[in-house]
């Protein structure tokens, strides 16, 4: 207990060190928003004009060979989409919509769209700087480009730098990422119990047990998983939205003046504006992973000739999960009323709105937050591992650490798990943006030579 009251203490030390606020505005959102602005239009906003091509990616017009270690640009996707449509694209905008109000939707959706733009680059850093192994794996990320695509600038020592710190900070947020899913999941089983409480510790005992028969079969097994429970999960969640918010019209026409008028509300100050946007921002960074470069190393064992594709291809996944799953949640959440409970737990406040127009949906969100936390929580296994390996540590030592933290943070107290975890994702995208600043030049001219010269090879 005094260890967790510690790490309580560290975390909101470095939280207060990067939100702190420079004419208003937290240097967090100041960067990131910037980050993502900056290659918008550094690749002429290619999250408006390559969505055509990012749909003849999709459909396979362009799939190439595929080796026993590669997975098609699809399954490349739907591996990270698994990771990014997890529980926080339902408790994360829980936790936005009760605490920013519902204007903090809008600013989830805007940082949402730049990100597309932002997720395009890294992706296509991952894939272009792969490194294929002697035992045949494909090893990728930003722990490669950082490091590599700052060397061929001369940047050696920086790139060294940037590289190691990631791959630190990785391990850390991964743990994070895996053990919010897991916190929430558990939550909805055990029906909000405090505590530790057998049933919370036998269902997290459960899915621990669960995810590591899947996560140990390695990219393959986890891969094929994710090609087919994504699109379950997301026609099966939406699909539950879509039937609660078009049989109420007119509250829904009501939530989206709500959700615009309170996005550009100065009646209560600047400071609460921000915080407002803040809060957002934060939610879409954990939804979408745009700029985090945990996407990349997944991505990099795409079969794509030219990287470039892979990239484009990942712009619907910010797209898909702020554009469609969050918002989808936000709707219900405010057309309920719901959002205004904010001393229930996020996963039970979901559970609840949903459940107050049938009974049926409310085993939807569970179902959903059950399919969405274990695939998160698959695809996360598989970037952690991929950044212990370059760290050089035992898979021995990887599995016991991430699957006793998967374990702990099932049943720890909810506030813990995503203030670490928030802080280490903000520090993750911090490092990695650094260096696809300077990266950015290379990445403009390689999008440029490929529309210009490859984008209609046919392999």
């Known amino acids: 207990m005094r260890m967790l009251q510690q790490l309580n203490s560290i975390t909101q030390f470095i939280e207060s060190l990067l939100f702190f606020n420079i004419f208003g505005v937290p240097f967090v959102i100041l960067w990131l928003g910037a980050v993502s602005v900056f290659f918008t239009i550094r690749l002429k906003f290619i999250n408006i004009f390559g969505v055509k091509h990012a749909f ?25 989409m698994a990771a990014t449509i997890g529980t926080g694209s339902i408790v994360g905008v829980a936790v936005a919509v009760s605490k920013g109000g519902p204007g903090a939707v809008f600013w989830m959706m805007m940082f949402g769209f730049f990100g597309m733009a932002l997720k395009c680059a890294e992706v296509f850093l991952g894939h272009r700087y792969r490194k294929v192994n002697a035992d045949g794996t494909i090893t990728g990320g930003p722990f490669i480009y950082l490091r590599d695509g700052l060397a061929e600038m001369g940047y050696v020592r920086l790139g060294k730098v940037l590289a190691f710190t990631f791959l630190i900070l990785c391990l850390l947020g991964l743990f994070g990422m895996s053990g919010f899913q897991a916190n929430q999941v558990v939550t909805l089983l055990s029906d909000g119990q405090e505590g530790f409480t057998p049933l919370k510790i036998f269902y997290s005992l459960a899915l621990t047990v669960f995810c590591a028969y899947i996560i140990i079969g390695g990219v393959q097994r986890v891969s094929s998983f994710a090609s087919i429970f994504v699109p379950l999960k997301i026609g099966l969640y939406v699909g539950a939205v879509l039937l609660i918010i078009l049989s109420h019209p007119i509250q829904l026409v009501a939530g989206i003046k709500l959700i615009l008028h309170e996005a550009f509300n100065f009646s209560s100050g600047m400071t609460a504006f921000f915080a407002m946007v803040a809060i957002g921002a934060r939610r879409a960074l954990m939804a979408c992973e745009a700029g985090l470069g945990t996407s990349p190393i997944v991505n990099a064992s ?19 999960t702020t554009w469609f799953v969050c918002v989808a949640t936000s709707l219900v959440l405010i057309i309920s009323g719901f959002y205004t409970q904010t001393s229930l737990n996020p996963a039970i406040m979901v559970r609840n709105a949903f459940a107050s127009y049938h009974e049926i949906f409310g085993y939807v969100v569970i179902a959903s937050v059950i399919i969405f936390g274990v695939a998160t929580v698959f695809s996360v296994s598989y970037y952690f591992m991929q950044a212990g390996k370059a760290l050089k540590i035992p898979n021995s030592i990887l599995y016991l650490f991430f699957f006793t933290f998967l374990f702990v943070a099932g049943i720890v107290q909810f506030d813990l798990v995503i203030a670490f975890t928030d802080v280490l994702l903000v520090l993750m995208a911090i490092i990695n943006t650094i260096g696809l600043y300077f990266l950015s030049g290379k990445i403009a001219r390689e999008f440029k030579d490929y529309f210009a010269n490859h984008k209609n090879d046919k392999e």
Do not use: C, H, W
Request: aromatic share 12%.
């Open 302 to 320: 795409s079969n794509v000739k030219y990287s470039q594709r892979q990239g484009i291809l990942n712009i619907f996944d910010p797209f898909v």
């Open 56 to 80: 003849d990616i999709l459909r396979g017009k362009f799939n190439g060979k595929q080796s026993k270690d590669e997975i098609t640009p699809f399954k490349a996707l739907m591996s990270s």
